[in-house]
């Protein structure tokens, strides 16, 4: 795993670097007078800047990472004609231990059939009015005691739209010191002294996804307020402690090879990709103080973000969500599965995407909210995983039908109008024994 990273990350250096050479643009620069007041001036309208990109091109984008995943293999493995340990017949081909139904049931036992949820119009126990005026209730003596622990149980049912915010806050250990605010104006400082490469990459990134995003348009200003301060960010280094992946260096010229003239490039170590923007996108509806929308953008990168886009045996890793996905496919829907293996429509070439972006851009905001509030309350990414199963579950009927792989995409392409809870406790608790 740990040598499969390393290579992909070579890989992403090499297209930077040749973007420099092709471009004659250095990685980093310091910015000029005039330049720094422009910047400044324009700090809360940077949407309506329109430098010339065409040239910049996203360092890699979800389907390219998706062919490094499908060529993982386990080089203790004998790789005969016999099928070995598995029968899998997805494309992931990494023996890794993921859970089945009855462990997810276990897991997610909060999402059943019996608990009251938010998220959902006609639960048969309670009528949902009351449910929701009682779950208010408790939210509020929650966030009353200031009990993180207490408020990643209550939002295993789902968070009121009203409390939201504060709850997430509280689960991530986010507060409003005078030295937090100080600490993102740093941020912004240095963003207004050097100009850096990857600023073009984030502009880039920004304009083809949130930018053309109904829901998202409207928050282009803050995206590049909170991207551009994250990419300066040193203090994001310290989760390469827990992760796979390597920060990348860069060295002072001429001085190539040398440690002590290395520095990490960008800063936090981190280079974005295409969609990157849309892990922050969903935020600006809770948070609009950019210090706060920050802090939790930058914690929830760390916590979660980060392991969708590096390859790690970690149970939330994006390979374990893979193999989830696949497997609960396989197993609980095989004659689904083998259709559209065998018209060439592997179902993780469809679902891949999704689960990269965490199904930011894909489902309704209200929708995509709901879900991240059982991310943190089970503080894992499983959920991802067992929600492409259920939209592949829920569109089964039609994709029996498809002859091709676009075919495929296209009755999927469109997820806008789901409900999320009632696909997974259908899936998970209703229709799989």
Not at 287 to 313: G, N
């Amino acid at each position: 795993m740990r040598k499969a990273q390393g290579s992909w990350e070579k890989r992403i250096l090499k297209s930077l670097n040749s973007m420099c050479t092709e471009l004659s643009i250095p990685l980093a620069r310091k910015r000029p007078v005039g330049e720094q007041k422009e910047l400044l001036n324009k700090w809360n309208e940077m949407g309506t800047d329109e430098p010339d990109l065409s040239l910049f091109r996203p360092v890699y984008a979800p389907k390219d990472f998706l062919e490094v995943l499908i060529n993982l293999r386990n080089p203790n493995y004998e790789s005969g004609d016999s099928l070995s340990f598995r029968t899998h017949l997805g494309l992931i081909q990494v023996p890794l231990k993921v859970k089945d139904i009855p462990e997810l049931k276990e897991f997610f036992v909060e999402l059943g059939l019996t608990t009251g949820q938010l998220g959902i119009d006609d639960s048969t126990q309670v009528p949902p009015e009351l449910f929701e005026n009682e779950h208010v209730r408790i939210g509020q003596k929650v966030l009353t005691e200031q009990d993180s622990a207490a408020a990643q149980q209550y939002i295993r049912q789902g968070s009121p739209t009203a409390l939201r915010a504060e709850l997430w806050a509280l689960i991530l250990n986010i507060s409003s010191h005078p030295e937090d605010i100080l600490y993102y104006e740093q941020l912004k400082t240095n963003v207004i002294q050097h100009d850096l490469l990857v600023d073009s990459l984030i502009y880039k990134d920004v304009k083809l996804t949130a930018s053309n995003d109904d829901y998202y348009f409207v928050f282009e200003d803050y995206l590049y307020q909170v991207l551009l301060c994250f990419s300066r960010d040193t203090s994001v280094l310290s989760h390469f402690a827990y992760n796979s992946a390597s920060p990348p260096k860069s060295y002072i010229r001429g001085k190539l090879g040398l440690e002590e003239y290395a520095v990490f490039y960008p800063p936090n170590g981190v280079i974005p990709f295409h969609g990157f923007s849309m892990y922050v996108a969903p935020l600006c509806f809770l948070y609009h103080e950019p210090s706060k929308l920050y802090q939790i953008f930058r914690e929830m990168y760390v916590r979660f973000f980060f392991r969708l886009h590096s390859i790690s045996s970690h149970p939330s890793g994006i390979v374990s969500l893979c193999l989830l996905f696949e497997t609960l496919l396989q197993t609980y829907l095989p004659q689904l599965f083998y259709h559209l293996r065998e018209i060439g429509a592997q179902p993780l070439r469809i679902s891949f995407k999704w689960m990269v972006r965490a199904f930011s851009g894909y489902l309704a905001t209200d929708q995509l909210l709901l879900l991240w509030d059982r991310i943190l309350g089970y503080n894992s990414l499983e959920i991802l995983a067992v929600l492409a199963a259920a939209v592949f579950a829920f569109r089964a009927v039609n994709l029996m039908e498809v002859t091709s792989l676009a075919a495929a995409e296209a009755v999927l392409a469109d997820l806008s109008t789901l409900k999320v809870m009632p696909l997974l406790q259908i899936f998970l608790f209703a229709t799989v024994t």
